[in-house]
Nanobody, 116 residues
Framework: QVQVVESGGGLVQPGGSLRLSCAASGSMFSSYSMGWYRQVPGKLRELVATVTVGDEPGYIDSVKGRFTISRNNAENTMYLQMNSLKPEDTAVYYC??????????WGQGTQVTVSS
């Protein structure tokens, strides 16, 4: 059974930065595009950033220019560098594949809180 573990979240003031990490188990990681998702109470989970096997990134407009996604296939790890954080970025952040047909079981996520 493959699994992912997210870490790196915390409490940060508006304008601050955090670096999230994702560690994946099993051999599936290097075969698919990966992504970071986030979810707030009362809202659907949304995909905010993706990275292909070949390290090509993609972002939703609201995080473009502020977030940077990357991956290390040799280590089965993925990262999300989050800069210029805003209160509306507050959410639980999850990692998974960006392929709905080949996904890991959802992990616990890591809480990001942006508040003064």
């Amino acid at each position: 059974q493959v699994q992912v573990v997210e870490s790196g979240g915390g409490l940060v003031q508006p304008g601050g930065s955090l670096r999230l990490s994702c560690a994946a188990s099993g051999s599936m990681f290097s075969s698919y595009s990966m992504g970071w998702y986030r979810q707030v109470p009362g809202k659907l989970r949304e995909l905010v950033a993706t990275v292909t096997v070949g390290d090509e990134p993609g972002y939703i407009d609201s995080v473009k220019g502020r977030f940077t996604i990357s991956r290390n296939n040799a280590e089965n790890t993925m990262y999300l560098q989050m800069n210029s954080l805003k209160p509306e970025d507050t959410a639980v952040y999850y990692c998974n594949t960006a392929n709905i047909y080949h996904m890991y079981s959802w992990g616990q996520g890591t809480q990001v809180t942006v508040s003064s």
